[in-house]
């Protein structure tokens, strides 16, 4: 059964707090995109990979950080740094350099920060 | 630079009554579009895709949409509402020649649909 799978569904933290979102693909997709969900304000890109062991900041990069280490894998680490973490994590998988891009998504992290 | 906007945050429909949710964009190149729609607390599920083949795209569950190039609008449409689609929609276009983002896609704002008994 092929898919994109998401853990947790739902995380807790602590204001000072690093925490790791996971993301996994068996789609054998190129690449995986993280972009972040708050109300009335669409997704907006947080990074993506294109391939293996390389990785671009998307549009709002700060405080995040990503790895590529495997094709079926992009974890995301939400770092202290991070302002206002609290929000709705998507993650998602397409085929690179193949247009149009349409993209496959996760069911989502809900990441609250206490 | 590409960009996309949903004219309506908020679109409420009696069930059996059409549902118009609109989309506009901006491209300077040949667009590929979208439209997504996201159930509460879950992930994104693809509802149809304008390619530049038909300009009339049929996608999921009953919806279409329309490519009008002269208009740069690509509004989604569905000729009866069910209580199962009420949800929040969302209207894509995928960057193209952007940098090295190119195929990085660019979300509306996102219109929420309400489905009244």
């Known amino acids: 059964d092929g898919g994109i799978t998401q853990s947790p569904k739902y995380l807790f933290r602590k204001e000072g707090q690093n925490v790791t979102l996971s993301c996994e693909q068996n789609l054998n997709h190129d690449a995986m995109y993280w972009y972040r969900q708050d109300p009335g304000q669409g997704l907006r890109l947080i990074y993506y990979?294109?391939?293996?062991?390389?990785?671009q900041k998307g549009d709002i990069a700060e405080g995040y950080s990503v790895s590529r280490e495997k094709k079926e894998s992009f974890p995301l680490t939400v770092t202290s740094a991070q302002k206002n973490p609290t929000a709705f994590y998507l993650c998602?998988?397409?085929?690179?350099?193949?247009?149009?891009?349409?993209?496959?998504f996760g069911p989502g992290t809900r990441l609250t920060v206490l | 630079a590409q960009s996309v906007t949903q004219l309506d945050s908020h679109v409420s429909v009696s069930e059996g009554t059409p549902v118009l949710l609109r989309c506009n964009y901006s491209s300077s190149y040949s667009p590929s579009l979208f439209w997504y729609v996201q159930h509460p607390n879950k992930g994104l599920q693809l509802l149809l895709k304008?390619?530049?083949?038909?300009?009339l795209v049929k996608g999921i569950n009953g919806f279409e949409a329309e490519f009008k190039k002269s208009e740069t609008s690509f509004h989604l449409t569905k000729p009866s509402a069910h209580m199962s689609d009420a949800a929040e929609y969302f209207c894509v276009v995928s960057a193209q020649n952007y940098g090295g983002s190119q195929g990085n896609l660019i979300f509306g704002k996102g219109t929420k649909l309400s489905v009244k008994p």
């Open positions: 998602a998988s397409s085929n690179a350099g193949q247009l149009p891009n349409e993209q496959f």
């Open positions: 990979s294109q391939i293996v062991n390389d990785f």
């Open positions: 304008y390619t530049s083949a038909a300009t």
